[in-house]
């Protein structure tokens, strides 16, 4: 059974319901009642409005008020209430025992009273109640789990049990002699709007903000706390601090909204929540000026399914003392890389103006792997905030095996991490409070009666017994609900106690994280593999163009850090497809800065050399707002005649074209087909490969060696002609001179 469906089945309301003094006698049960469906069954829903006091002593009188709602199809009359008190309980153990066994509640059962009219379906009804301690037996101090029961006529006569709700009475007779001190952590987070080029992709955070969104009731329940001058104070303040732990992204995505007009989904001043965000940071100011807070990392981080994919880096750019940490580390000097692109400390401060704990980190789903734990301590974290459902020896967080302690270590890799245990079982209460049966104040009854039942067991420690409450961190909250579960850390026996208090206070026996926190159906919690596939391609990609920048790259990369934190944020935990689409999103955007540094075609596609060793002239074209390194690889087809020389690594400015030329060396002229490439120093490719024909008419060395060879053996061809003709010439006179008669031999041999 979940906690979830455990809180429920035991949360018992506060009912003590005797018959008001006007009311006419009540009607006595019938001797032998229909049975009674099944509670999901009944047609009427019960809601408790109103349960006073919440603890109550021997001889004192207690008021409930509710409301009836049919849900049904049929028409009830007739209808009464009566309250079934089922056996004290003493300890937490036995109660939360009682979840998996319910009490029958039929110990004590006070006399029906009739609740006035008739119950048309879809129609509302109230009723009220009172009983004192006597009424219901109450002899001694504890937990009495109680049931409303409501019975009613049905259109064929016939009597039965048409709505229940079960809660419990606390009965208190004196405070103990050590209070139990309960802090509390309030989460302020939300799943981001934007998309990893910062754009809002929807206008959800603005329904969020406005009146009655999400955060607007969040926010709400700390407006609602009620004031007091506490001991040592100058003025009034909060009857009980909670602290808040913030995610940046949530307060930069506000602030870029009521900054004026914003575009949604790329259109032009579509968005319509900038006096909404405005009002909402105003609020949070305010409440910030009074509250204790906590940075989150920028995005709130999955630190656990991040470290598990080999990410390390992205949660350590993520934490708000990054940054600090890695100058001290290096001298005042940040190492190239470590700092935190997000800088989500600064951001909350500037736009808060408070003080914050930038050394604390909260394990979205309560749990931390080893590794997790050295990552987040290397990155500044001193003590982490986790969930006793992630412990060995949680009972010593809950005390049911002694006292309740929220303080603990967990092991890390390099020793001994401090940590304050969330109690699990509260915390849930709180979170699922809005949509508990009975309603907000029966959920609040079960959270009162767990503590009381703490703070009534012996305390060997004279420190007391100390409760971190911290609920989920999408906690939809009953404003006036929860806040009054805050205010109640007021009454005898609890002491509101800030985060700081409980770090100071005694040590439970809670030790060794576990795997990730389970989801209500028992499955682990974590992100898409899917997406975290995207994730991790796309910190590839970063981490290659890292080593391309001049100068800082976590400074010139912040914006693409910024955008995987936030495409790496737990709050895609439960959301498979949206974390798919902002990771794939993510890597195309990373993917994009490759596409702005590229190489730029000549004008015909082709390039002629002058000589042959004139240099190859390209032209880079930088896009990007910083200045980036990069090489050049020329490559020719059989790499016959043309020679290119490596000109090594070499920077190019920002949004500008650079030329650069490329050394050859040609062993012949004619047309040669060119491919030349731009890449990081690493070898990462920028833009696309471009393809050059290169033409040159120089001679080469051996071209040159042919020509001079041919022209010497034409000139001896010239000269050979020349002695011949001449040696003619002289013969023609010869045979001019000579007498008649003389015979000559042939010139030419007749063979």
């Known amino acids: ?83 079934q008190r089922g056996e004290v309980v003493t300890t937490r153990a036995e109660l939360l025992a009682a979840d998996a066994d319910p009490d029958p509640v039929t110990a004590v059962s006070t006399a029906f009273a009739p609740v006035a009219g008739e119950l048309a379906p879809g129609a509302e009804a109230t009723f009220a109640y009172t009983a004192t301690t006597a009424d219901l037996g109450m002899d001694r101090d504890g937990v009495y789990p109680l049931l409303l029961n409501l019975n009613a006529t049905d259109p064929d ?63 709400a329940v700390l407006e609602r706390l009620p004031g007091a001058v506490l001991p040592g104070a100058t003025g009034p303040g909060p009857l009980a601090p909670v602290t808040l732990a913030i995610d940046p992204v949530l307060v930069e995505e506000l602030a870029l909204m009521a900054e004026g007009p914003y575009a949604v989904a790329g259109q032009d001043g579509a968005g319509t929540g900038t006096e909404a965000a405005a009002a909402w940071l105003d609020r949070l100011r305010a409440v910030a000026a009074d509250h204790p807070v906590v940075a989150l990392s920028y995005g709130d981080v999955d630190a656990d399914a991040l470290q598990a994919a080999g990410l390390p880096a992205v949660v350590t750019r993520s934490l708000p003392r990054a940054a600090e940490d890695a100058a001290d580390r290096d001298g005042g ?172 206070g005694p040590v439970s026996g809670a030790d060794g994280a576990l795997g990730p926190a389970d989801g209500e159906n028992g499955e682990a919690l974590a992100l898409d593999p899917a997406a975290l596939t995207d994730v991790a391609a796309a910190v590839d990609l970063r981490d290659d163009l890292a080593g391309a920048v001049v100068g800082e790259p976590a400074d010139a990369l912040a914006p693409y850090d910024a955008a995987t934190a936030r495409a790496a944020s737990a709050t895609w935990r ?37 000589s042959n060793d004139a240099p190859l002239v390209l032209t880079v074209q930088n896009d990007l707002p910083f200045a980036v390194r990069v090489r ?60 050059i024909q290169v033409r040159s008419t120089t ?27 001449v040696l003619r010439r002289r013969r023609g006179a010869a045979e001019e001179e000579q007498p008649e008669g003389t015979a000559w031999p042939p010139s030419r041999s007749p063979v």
Request: aromatic share 2%.
């Open 333 to 504: 000097a940040v190492a190239s890389g470590d700092s935190p692109g997000p800088a989500g400390a600064d951001l909350l401060t500037e736009r808060l103006g408070v003080t914050l704990r930038t050394d604390l980190a909260w394990a979205a789903g309560g749990a931390l792997r080893a590794d997790t734990l050295t990552t987040l301590t290397d990155g500044g974290v001193e003590s982490v905030v986790l969930d006793s459902g992630a412990l060995t020896g949680a009972d010593d967080v809950l005390g049911l095996d002694g006292s309740a302690a929220a303080r603990a270590t967990v092991a890390g890799q390099d020793g001994p991490v401090p940590a304050l245990v969330a109690d699990g079982q509260l915390s849930g209460l709180v979170g699922s409070a809005g949509t508990a049966e009975g309603g907000v104040r029966v959920a609040e009854q079960r959270y009162l009666a767990e503590l009381v039942l703490l703070s009534q067991q012996p305390v060997a420690d004279p420190a007391g017994q100390t409760v971190l409450v911290a609920p989920p961190r999408d906690v939809d909250p009953d404003p006036a609900g929860v806040a009054a579960m805050i205010a109640d850390t007021t009454l005898p026996g609890l002491r509101p106690a800030t985060l700081a208090d409980l770090a100071a």
């Open 157 to 219: 006569g016939g009597q039965s049990r048409v709505g229940e709700v079960t809660t419990s009475v606390v009965q208190q007779t004196a405070p103990p002699a050590s209070a139990t001190s309960v802090a509390w952590l309030w989460p302020l987070v939300e799943r981001t709007h934007r998309d990893a080029a910062g754009g809002f992709v929807d206008d959800g955070l603005a329904a969020a903000v406005s009146g009655d969104g999400r955060l607007d009731r969040a926010l």
């Open 632 to 691: 050049v690889a020329v490559r020719t087809r059989d790499n016959v005649g043309l020679a290119i020389d490596d000109v090594g690594v070499q920077e190019v400015a920002p949004q500008q074209r650079t030329t650069l030329q490329v050394p050859t060396h040609l062993s012949q002229s004619g047309r040669f087909a060119v491919t030349a490439a731009l890449t990081t120093p690493d070898g990462g490719p920028l833009g696309d490969p471009v393809a």
């Open 699 to 725: 001679y080469g060395t051996i071209s040159l060696s042919i020509t001079i060879g041919a022209a010497v053996l034409l000139g001896l061809l010239f000269l050979r002609r020349g002695v011949l003709f």
């Open 1 to 83: 059974m979940t906690r979830r469906r455990r809180t429920r089945a035991l949360t018992t309301a506060l009912l003590v319901l005797p018959l008001l003094a006007a009311a006419p006698p009540a009607p006595a049960a019938p001797a032998t009642p229909t049975p009674a469906p099944p509670a999901d069954d009944r047609p009427v829903a019960v809601e408790v409005t109103r349960l006073d006091p919440r603890t109550v002593a021997p001889g004192g009188t207690v008021t409930v008020e509710g409301r009836l709602t049919n849900t049904g199809s049929e028409t009830l009359t007739d209808l009464t209430v009566r309250l």
């Open 574 to 610: 439960g959301d498979p497809e949206g974390a798919r689409a902002a990771a794939a999103d993510l890597r195309a955007t990373v993917g994009g800065l490759r596409e702005q540094v590229t190489l730029l075609s000549p004008a015909e596609g082709s390039y002629s050399l002058a």
